[in-house]
């Protein structure tokens, strides 16, 4: 297929490049895979882009979105590749595990291959407002923390920390649909807008001053790319973190546990929340809690975002996950703890296929504090 | 105005300039039939001694009390037309340029037209002439001296030129010793000399100079006046001083960028990571173990927090390249078997030596590597530099035992203060900004105050002299003068309408204006004043008036325009 490189390399602001390597150096998938981000613009601005069908390495970027916060010309390597990887969604040369996902949420609101009338069955038994008559609080829970059987635990969980600090909240129930912020990375543009054009009116109708998301990837596209009105978008770490320190949640319970924590990437280098999970943990009675040496912004991304759900990428030998679980465990923490739902299932495989199930254990922070509630 | 205006009219040819667009006798002769034109003519080149001499004849011969010359930009001939009325007996004042070149004959290309707008031009020159009145040229006397604030090198070196000229030199530094950051260095790139050889020599001679008066552990609290006549109060301790000078150089320097602020580098986790003001005081001290022993390993980083807009330095910090050429140097010659590598975007090697400098460091076994550092964490007892090796188009886990950041400079955290102080502008980097980059790169948009080294941006020490001397000289001209020229259409204000809001001392950008304490009104110091109009313009109760451009002047020429 022919790529019109010069209107990329426009449409991008590719030309602030000096081609000085920094994003390609803090790529965590770099030393792993062929993707080389940098040399990929350098191609584009002298009009050399190879044929993208070809490239299967671009299935390989997280969006992490390191390069882009590096950047020291403010260029935004990842956004190359969302859009080489649009080229390929128009072009129909695309995964099939991505046309999967994205068949399943254009016509069931999730990426998962589950029915829209299972959406709000996790909260079975929870009586939770349905925020369309107007709440305070909406608590938009994404898919997999709604379908998903081992993320629904962390939504229940924080179901009940909202009841127990008394907080008038409400959900979308099966109305709820997915966020896109996946969608938009695998390069799935129209999808993404579709669901912007349903999803913001919806959530304004609501007429919430805040939504709290379960997922750093909800947040994400919904803090930069719906430009809601009205509403204050917050990660659940942040509304904890602040119900703690108010004093509007208290625990009754000891947890004895070493634990270290893992900063997600669209929650730490993206959107600058590191202070907020970490108060959460050191708040727990009965936590240790210790850092890895690669920590907040030098975090190695588990793998998960951008698509990497669905799509495997190549060389799946070495998953980023396998190096991190390493180093959890090398701190001595038995619980691995993160605030992601994406982390949460990459990072507690990873445990298991390299067998160090023995000694640490992955848990969402809201794992940690329905414990100690 | 007079009830008779008696106006010349002069239109100038500029060879076939003008005349070859603007039919120039029509032009005239509409001139001449304009209300107060007593005389109009047209000559080849009017800047021309004959072209003067006409202005000159016609204002004694005809009593001429105005002229109004039509042909180029005001910015090039206007004095010399001036000083042509003036030596006719007629105020400088009153002379009112109409540009019919650049606005007229040089951008248009239909004739008539041309000679239609040459006409209107004219005429609103001619409008606003019968209104002009005279101003008088003044000049003030100037207090001998200058104050220099900041003891490194600029300062250093400023003061001891203006005292050496035999003015008295007043130098404020904050801190409790003179030197400045280059007292931080341990030698200087390229030729490797000893800074111990040269800095205490120099500050010697400044202690010991009977016309140099040190203020050690202090900072200018105020600036009142204007060239000439500077009122300077510096606080010491408890003690205050008011000086008293003709001239100010601000050499204030920069802040070092602090690396905690790339969290990438881990600098602040690991020993192993220092900066190269750390690596210059342990090459001082001959202290280069980390953990107990010798590096085997050293990397440097370069462009550490310069040409970088995640921190607000989009600039080059212009000394980073040769100060880590000189360190790897020293290293790789102090512990020959050691890996000694420069990961780098662009190697800038501009001054004078820097190349040959650069090269040295090579063939001395300094390996240069290209490629932006990303990132460093632990690996072992060492750390890992994850950087793409562009050339390899790999990236790669480069270890170190030692790893040296290239930190660059930034604008001093209370530049702000300094700047308000004497209302200075700055530049987008936030460094001072110079009155014109090429033309006038040491002086200031306040008259009178001078900039020396990298208060005005990053510079080496070569260079940081060359403008500290640049910026002695400058202060020098009005010192030695002894008379300093004022503007003269400066703004006055009319007490009987002046409410006292005060909007014209928040606006003005040379702090001219002032309240009154007695009378609550406010009152223009005309030496201050540079008649940009600021005042006037925002006076609710037209109070302000901006003389040479009054309302009556101005809307006599838009309505000659207009109607």
């Known amino acids: ?373 | 105005m007079e009830s008779q205006p008696r106006i010349g009219v002069y239109i100038c040819h500029c060879g076939t300039n003008i005349a070859a667009t603007v039919d120039v006798e029509a032009v005239r002769e509409f001139a001449s039939r304009l209300p107060g034109v007593v005389v109009a003519r047209n000559y080849t080149y009017m800047c021309s001694e004959p072209g003067q001499g006409l202005i000159k004849q016609d204002c004694e011969e005809q009593g001429l009390k105005r002229v109004v010359v039509a042909s180029c930009s005001p910015r090039m001939h206007e004095p010399t037309f001036q000083k042509a009325a003036q030596s006719g007996g007629v105020n400088p004042y009153r002379v009112e340029m109409a540009n019919i070149r650049e606005q007229c004959s040089w951008v248009h290309k239909d004739r008539t037209e041309a000679t239609e707008k040459a006409k209107s031009l004219i005429a609103s020159a001619v409008a606003k002439a019968t209104w002009l009145e005279p101003l008088e040229k003044r000049e003030v006397g100037v207090t001998p001296g200058a104050v220099v604030i900041g003891g490194g090198v600029a300062g250093l070196v400023a003061a001891l030129d203006v005292a050496d000229a035999g003015f008295p030199a007043y130098l404020v530094e904050q801190s409790d010793h003179l030197g400045g950051r280059v007292a931080d260095l341990d030698r200087t790139f390229p030729e490797m000399e000893p800074v111990a050889d040269w800095l205490p020599q120099l500050v010697e001679r400044v202690q010991s100079h009977q016309k140099i008066t040190v203020f050690l552990n202090s900072e200018v609290e105020s600036v009142d006046g204007f060239v000439g006549n500077f009122k300077v109060k510096v606080s010491q301790l408890s003690a205050s001083s008011d000086l008293k000078v003709g001239a100010i150089v601000i050499a204030t320097g920069y802040d070092v960028f602090d690396p905690q602020r790339k969290p990438e580098f881990g600098y602040g986790h690991y020993p192993q990571i220092v900066t190269t003001l750390e690596m210059e005081k342990r090459l001082a001290e001959g202290d280069l173990t980390i953990n107990g022993k010798m590096p085997k390993d050293i990397a440097f980083i370069k462009c550490v927090g310069s040409r970088d807009v995640q921190v607000g330095n989009p600039y080059c910090s212009r000394v980073c390249c040769m100060v880590s050429a000189k360190q790897a140097r020293l290293l790789k010659e102090q512990l020959p078997d050691s890996r000694v590598s420069v990961f780098y975007i662009d190697v800038r090697t501009f001054g004078k030596r820097g190349e040959e400098f650069y090269d040295e460091a090579r063939q001395a076994g300094v390996l240069y590597r290209r490629g932006n550092v990303s990132e460093i964490y632990k690996k072992g007892d060492r750390v890992a530099l994850r950087v793409e090796d562009t050339f390899l188009r790999r990236t790669i886990e480069h270890e170190a035992d030692l790893v040296v950041l290239a930190v660059g400079m930034q604008a001093r955290d209370d530049v702000e203060d300094i700047a308000a102080l004497l209302k200075l502008p700055r530049s987008a980097d936030g460094f001072f900004l110079e009155a014109h980059p090429k033309l006038r790169p040491v002086d200031t948009a306040v008259d009178g105050v001078f900039l020396a080294g990298c208060c005005q941006g990053p510079k080496d020490i070569p260079d940081t002299i060359a403008q500290a001397k640049a910026a002695a000289s400058s202060s020098l001209i009005p010192l030695l003068r002894g008379t300093v020229p004022v503007e003269s259409a400066t703004a006055i204000v009319d007490a009987e309408l002046c409410a006292g809001c005060g909007m014209c001392v928040d606006v003005c950008p040379f702090g001219a204006p002032a309240l009154d304490p007695l009378f609550g009104v406010s009152v223009v110091n005309a030496v201050l004043c540079k008649g940009c109009g600021t005042c006037a313009a925002i006076c609710p109760s037209k109070a302000m008036r901006l003389q040479h451009f009054t309302p009556e002047q101005i809307l006599a020429q838009v309505d000659a325009l207009v109607w």
């Open chain 1, 1 to 373: 297929m022919q790529v019109d490189t010069q209107e990329l390399a426009e449409r991008l602001s590719l030309f602030g490049c000096i081609q000085c390597g920094k994003c390609a150096g803090g790529c965590p998938v770099s030393m792993k895979t062929t993707l080389d981000v940098r040399f990929l613009i350098y191609e584009a601005l002298i009009g050399q882009l190879p044929d993208p069908t070809h490239m299967e390495e671009l299935w390989d970027c997280t969006c992490c979105f390191t390069c882009v916060e590096r950047c020291p010309k403010d260029v935004k390597p990842a956004e190359l590749i969302i859009g080489l990887r649009s080229l390929l969604v128009e072009n129909g040369t695309i995964p099939k595990t991505v046309t999967d996902a994205l068949q399943g949420i254009f016509r069931q609101g999730n990426p998962l291959g589950f029915a829209r009338e299972q959406r709000a069955d996790w909260a079975d038994g929870l009586n939770i407002k349905a925020a369309q008559e107007g709440c305070e609080l909406l608590y938009f829970v994404g898919c997999t923390p709604a379908y998903d059987l081992r993320v629904q635990p962390v939504s229940r969980a924080l179901a009940r920390t909202f009841q127990a600090a008394g907080l008038d909240y409400g959900t979308l129930g099966i109305e709820e649909s997915c966020c896109g912020n996946e969608v938009r990375r695998v390069g799935e543009q129209g999808l993404f807008e579709m669901l912007v054009e349903e999803g913001k009116p919806l959530i304004e109708s609501t007429h919430a001053k805040r939504m709290v998301t379960t997922s750093p990837h909800c947040m994400n596209t919904f803090k930069k790319e719906y430009g809601l009105s009205g509403v204050e978008v917050m990660h659940y770490t942040q509304l904890v973190a602040q119900l703690i320190a108010d004093k509007n949640l208290e625990f009754s319970k000891k947890v004895e546990k070493k634990v270290t924590y893992h900063d997600p990437c669209f929650l730490g280098k993206q959107n600058h929340i590191f202070d907020e999970p970490r108060a959460i943990l050191q708040s727990i009675p009965g936590v240790k809690f210790v850092e890895m040496d690669r920590s907040r912004e030098r975090s190695l991304c588990c793998e998960g975002g951008g698509g990497r759900m669905w799509v495997e990428g190549t060389n799946m030998e070495e998953r980023l996950a396998f190096q991190r679980v390493h180093q959890a465990a090398d701190t001595g923490a038995q619980v691995l703890a993160v605030a992601c739902p994406f982390c949460l299932l990459t990072l507690e495989d990873a445990v298991k296929v390299q067998k160090l199930d023995d000694r640490l254990q992955v848990m969402d922070i809201m794992e940690l504090v329905n414990l100690a509630l």
